[in-house]
């Protein structure tokens, strides 16, 4: 931090993506300040979505593979060790009208607002996978619940799965996940599909896909694991159950922006949109990184990707502001 109290580099979130720019940023001796979230929140708590995941098997270098928050507290304490400073609370206001940039968030001991000010912001607030809101939900995510096909999928070789929507991204997700199920079910509460025609064509031309219409799920069945689903038709009203041992949930997803409404340029579903081949967004000194501007790849090895072009692109408008 300069005399003035104005720092180099602020980082917002603590994600895959905010942890890596804190390691690039720290090692480039820009002395980052992440708020990081706070434990109790599930938009943007410590760590990300990863802290909710239990194995990840697709991350590279990890031969065994590695729980999520085995690999967040590695990242985290990498990123310390290069000297980036930790605050753990949560943004809840910030000026991006003139330089230096403004951000507010409460002091982690007394909840008082306290002013940080930065000649450049990393913004890594990831996005949240909206989900179904059943109480058995979140105590058997990761436990046969998910919401990520890619990152979970090789777990279910052979079984039975659901996966519950029906636009496109419902669809992708039972294509893909045809490669290790015995059977997958898609389950939507409309008889007819959102998804464009040449995913349902794909879709309904699958042998292993089946689909339930008209129905919603009223509860995820299973103590430790998932079992089964209890269904609801809602034309008849008729209950029933079906057997799976998987669950995905792909009813989409919200990038945590709410906070630079007014501020950043984002796109028609809320992502925050940056320039062709950068990480910068329409205000300058401003840089967005991972999920909360990427609807595209949504996996922790990209939002590390761009959590890095996002530090080196900061690095480089410091530079480029200093000559």
Same mark, same amino acid.
């Given at each position: 931090m300069s005399e003035d109290g104005v720092r180099d580099i602020l980082i917002i979130g603590s994600g895959p993506s905010g942890l890596t720019a804190a390691i690039y940023t720290a090692r480039a001796n820009l002395a980052p300040l992440v708020i990081e979230g706070q434990p109790s929140s599930t938009s943007d708590q410590p760590g990300g979505q990863l802290m909710l995941t239990t194995d990840i098997e697709n991350f590279p270098g990890f031969i065994e593979g590695l729980a999520g928050p085995e690999l967040m507290g590695n990242m985290r304490a990498q990123a310390a060790r290069f000297g980036a400073e930790f605050l753990t609370t949560k943004v809840d206001r910030v000026d991006f009208s003139s330089s230096p940039l403004k951000v507010w968030a409460p002091d982690p001991s007394t909840g008082e607002p306290v002013e940080h000010r930065a000649r450049a912001v990393i913004v890594s607030t990831g996005a949240r996978s909206l989900m179904l809101g059943l109480p058995a939900e979140e105590r058997l995510l990761s436990r046969g619940v998910s919401t990520c096909a890619t990152c979970d999928g090789f777990f279910f070789r052979g079984q039975d799965i659901a996966v519950i929507g029906g636009g496109d991204s419902a669809l992708e997700e039972a294509m893909f996940l045809t490669k290790f199920g015995e059977t997958v079910t898609v389950i939507h509460r409309r008889k007819e599909l959102r998804a464009s025609k040449i995913m349902q064509d794909r879709a309904f031309k699958n042998p292993k896909i089946k689909f339930v219409w008209d129905s919603t799920v009223t509860d995820i069945i299973g103590d430790t694991k998932v079992e089964a689903l209890q269904l609801r038709n809602l034309v008849t009203g008729e209950e029933s159950? *079906? $057997? !799976?041992? +998987?669950? /995905? !949930? $792909?009813? +989409?997803? !919200?990038? =945590?922006?709410? *906070? /630079?409404? +007014?501020? *950043? #340029?984002? #796109?028609? =579903? +809320?992502? *925050? !949109?940056t320039a062709l081949g950068s990480t910068a967004t329409n205000v300058e000194g401003v840089f967005a990184a991972g999920d909360v501007q990427d609807h595209t790849y949504r996996q922790a090895i990209t939002?590390?990707?761009?959590g890095c072009m996002a530090a080196i692109d900061a690095e480089r408008w410091l530079e480029a502001l200093a000559s």
């Open positions: 159950r *079906l $057997a !799976v041992s +998987g669950v /995905f !949930v $792909a009813i +989409g997803h !919200v990038p =945590n922006t709410s *906070l /630079f409404e +007014g501020w *950043l #340029d984002m #796109d028609a =579903n +809320g992502y *925050l !949109v939002a590390a990707g761009s």
